[in-house]
């Protein structure tokens, strides 16, 4: 059975750092793209970065770009979402989701996605 589960997620302050990680199971990870979302209360799931496992190209979106970094280790089947200099956004929902082949030339999209995890609450104190 096909899963992914992240963990990572919790209170922080504003300019602090957390480690997102993204455990898959059941998936052959080097046919896949990964990719990272986040949730607000009341808004759309919005992508933020990329990777794909085969050749380890990663994309991120303007917004993260410079302080997120997106990472993989095939050993543990996980990827990896490294925040820093967090923003005082308030609460939010990281999930991390996988395509099938997908590609990563841009910020992922929530409809390319054919599996999802059910996602780590993160919050950013000001």
């Known amino acids: 059975q096909s899963q992914l589960v992240e963990s990572g997620g919790g209170l922080v302050q504003s300019g602090g750092s957390l480690r997102l990680s993204c455990a898959v199971s059941g998936l052959t990870l080097d046919y896949y793209t990964i990719g990272w979302f986040r949730q607000a209360p009341g808004k759309e799931r919005e992508g933020l970065s990329c990777?794909?496992?085969?050749?380890?190209?990663?994309y991120y979106a303007d917004s993260v770009k410079g302080r997120f970094t997106i990472s993989r280790d095939n050993a543990k089947n996980t990827v990896y979402l490294q925040m820093n200099r967090l923003k005082p956004e308030g609460p939010a929902v990281y999930y991390c989701?996988?395509?099938?082949?997908?590609?990563?030339?841009?910020?992922?999209?929530?409809?390319?996605?054919?599996?999802w995890g059910k996602g780590t609450l993160v919050t950013v104190s000001s």
């Open positions: 990777i794909m496992i085969s050749h380890g190209y990663t």
């Open positions: 989701g996988a395509a099938y082949r997908g590609s990563c030339i841009a910020t992922p999209q929530t409809g390319s996605m054919d599996y």
